[in-house]
């Protein structure tokens, strides 16, 4: 089991930018495929961004692709979600997530096992 905590929520007009982190403990990033999702008031809970164990390939939702970049530092333990060009649509909390070490990627959020607790972004128009 890994312990997740995201940071760099807030509010930002659009049009700006904002980089959230999750910080891992308890196992390694490497192990582990992960994956940025996202729940805003309403909604269910919608894939992001995920990041193969391997580090690469990465894998985006249509809504985000080409504005949101995923990345890891394995000597830190964290993986980053930049999020440049942010809309009003973007509004939602956004939580950090792992899956099974060593398996592929899924945009399903009942493929993870391990959920930080969320950081709220909010986008003004």
């Known amino acids: 089991q890994v312990q997740l905590v995201e940071s760099g929520g807030g509010l930002v007009q659009a049009g700006g930018s904002l980089r959230l982190s999750c910080a891992a403990s308890?196992?390694?990033?490497?192990?582990?495929?992960m994956g940025w999702f996202r729940q805003g008031p309403g909604n269910e809970r919608e894939f992001v961004a995920a990041?193969?164990?391997?580090?690469?390939?990465?894998y985006y939702a249509d809504s985000v692709k080409g504005r949101f970049t995923i990345s890891r530092d394995i000597a830190k333990n964290t993986v980053y979600l930049q999020m440049n060009s942010l809309k009003p649509e973007d509004t939602a909390v956004y939580y950090c997530?792992?899956?099974?070490?060593?398996?592929?990627?899924?945009?399903?959020?009942?493929?993870?096992?391990?959920w930080g607790q969320g950081t709220q972004v909010t986008v003004s128009s």
């Open positions: 990041i193969t164990w391997t580090g690469g390939p990465t």
């Open positions: 997530a792992a899956k099974t070490p060593g398996s592929k990627w899924s945009s399903s959020p009942s493929a993870y096992n391990d």
């Open positions: 308890g196992r390694t990033v490497s192990s582990y495929t």
